[in-house]
C-alpha cells in the first residue's frame, strides 16, 4: 500500500485533450479534461498488474465479443460482455485505444480476488491496489495519478456535474459501510473482552470510549453533538458526516481496538493512545453534518435510474460490493 501511495509520482503530460501520467513501472493513466473520464492502456494495465501486455489484450477480445446475455465470463466481467471496453474518440501518445476506469477495476478485481491464471506475486499486487481503490474509486485513483480537477474541464454540464457528485457520494458510502460493518465490530468486540476479563459495566465502558473518541476529535460528547445539531438521540451521527471524517473515526477505531486487545489497555486510555498515533496536532472542532449517507444514496440511485430510462442508456454505476464503478463510458 505504502509502495502504491508513494507512485502517485511519476511522469506526466498534457495534451489539448489529455492528461496523462505515468508511473516508475511503466503503467499509464488517462483522464478526459472536458469530463474526467479516465482509464488506462493496454500496457499500462499489464504493467499494472504486473503480466504480459497480451494477456491483457486477450481479455479485452473476449469480453469484447462475448454474449450479453450468455457466456461463460468470470462473474466480475459479465458486465462489460458486448461492450467497447474504452473512451471512444481518445487515444495514447502512439495510437492506442485506451481501456475504460470501470473495466481496468473489474480486471483488477478479477486478478486480485479470483483468477488463478497469475503468480502470487503479481496477485498480491493486484489485492493491494484493489486495496487502494475501495477507499478510492478507480475513477478517483486515475484522477489524483493525472491531477485531474473539476476546473480542468472545458465545459461543465448537468450530467458531468451529477458523476461527479455521484461519485464523490460512493467514496463516502464505502467508507461509513467499513466504519459500520468492519472498524465498529471490530472495536466493539475488544470493549466486550476487556469488559469481561475486568468485570467492568459494558454498556457504560462502550459509551465512554466513544464520548473521549468524540471529545478529541471535535471537543464534544455524542449528546452534546446531538444536542447541538437538534438531531434525536436514534441519529447515527456517523451516517450524517462527510467522509473525511468518517476516515479519521475508522482509523481511530482500528486502532484503539488494537491498543485494546494487543496492549491490554484501557478502552478510554487506549483512545488517547490512538488519537496521539493517528493525529498528533489535531485540534478538536466540530464536524459538519450532512446529508444522511444511506438517504443520499436513495436520492442518487432514483435519479440515476431516472436518467437511464429517459436516456435508454445505462448510466454508470458503483458496484455494491465494491463502491467503484464498473463502467464510465
Known amino acids: 500500500m505504502r509502495q502504491l501511495a508513494a507512485q502517485l509520482g511519476g511522469r506526466d503530460s498534457r495534451s489539448d485533450d489529455l492528461l496523462r501520467h505515468v508511473d516508475p ?23 499494472f498488474l504486473g503480466m504480459p501486455q497480451q494477456r491483457v489484450s486477450k ?31 481518445y487515444f495514447d501518445s502512439e495510437g492506442r485505444n485506451i481501456l475504460t476506469d470501470g473495466f481496468c477495476a473489474a480486471m483488477i478485481e478479477y486478478y486480485a480476488s479470483y483468477s488463478k491464471q497469475v503468480n502470487k506475486q503479481s496477485q498480491a499486487k ?44 460512493r467514496v463516502r458510502l464505502s467508507v461509513r459501510e467499513i466504519l459500520r460493518f468492519e472498524e465498529y465490530p471490530e472495536l466493539k468486540s475488544a470493549i466486550r473482552e476487556y ?43 456517523r451516517d450524517h458526516y462527510d467522509t473525511r471524517p468518517l476516515m479519521d473515526y475508522s482509523a481511530l477505531s482500528r486502532l484503539t481496538a488494537n491498543q485494546i486487545r494487543y496492549h491490554q ?17 489535531h485540534i478538536p472542532q466540530s464536524v459538519p453534518i450532512i446529508e444522511n449517507v444511506y438517504t443520499a444514496d436513495k436520492r442518487f440511485r432514483d435519479a440515476a435510474k431516472q436518467k437511464r430510462l429517459k436516456a435508454g442508456v445505462q448510466l454508470s454505476l458503483f458496484t455494491d460490493d465494491l463502491g467503484i464503478n464498473p463502467q464510465l463510458l
Open 25 to 47: 513501472d511503466g503503467a499509464e493513466y488517462f483522464t478526459v479534461k472536458a469530463t474526467g473520464q479516465s482509464g488506462m492502456s493496454h500496457s499500462g494495465l499489464a504493467r
Open 59 to 89: 481479455w479485452v477480445k473476449r469480453v469484447r465479443e462475448a454474449n450479453p446475455d450468455e457466456n461463460s465470463l468470470p462473474k466480475r466481467l459479465k458486465p462489460f460482455a458486448g461492450c467497447d471496453l474504452i473512451l471512444t474518440g
Open 126 to 169: 493486484a489485492q493491494q491496489t484493489l486495496d487502494l481503490i475501495k477507499h478510492l474509486g478507480m475513477r478517483v485513483f486515475i484522477h489524483k495519478k493525472t491531477g485531474w480537477k473539476s476546473s480542468d474541464r472545458s465545459s461543465s454540464t448537468v450530467e458531468d456535474n451529477f458523476e461527479l457528485e455521484f461519485e464523490t457520494h
Open 195 to 237: 469488559g469481561q476479563k475486568h468485570h467492568c459495566v459494558c454498556p457504560k465502558l462502550f459509551s465512554d470510549t466513544h464520548d473521549a473518541m468524540n471529545k478529541l476529535l471535535q471537543g464534544l460528547k455524542a449528546r452534546e453533538i446531538r444536542e447541538q445539531n437538534k438531531l434525536s438521540r436514534s441519529v447515527s451521527l
Open 265 to 281: 489497555k484501557q478502552p478510554v486510555e487506549a483512545v488517547r493512545i490512538a488519537f496521539e498515533l493517528l493525529l498528533p496536532k
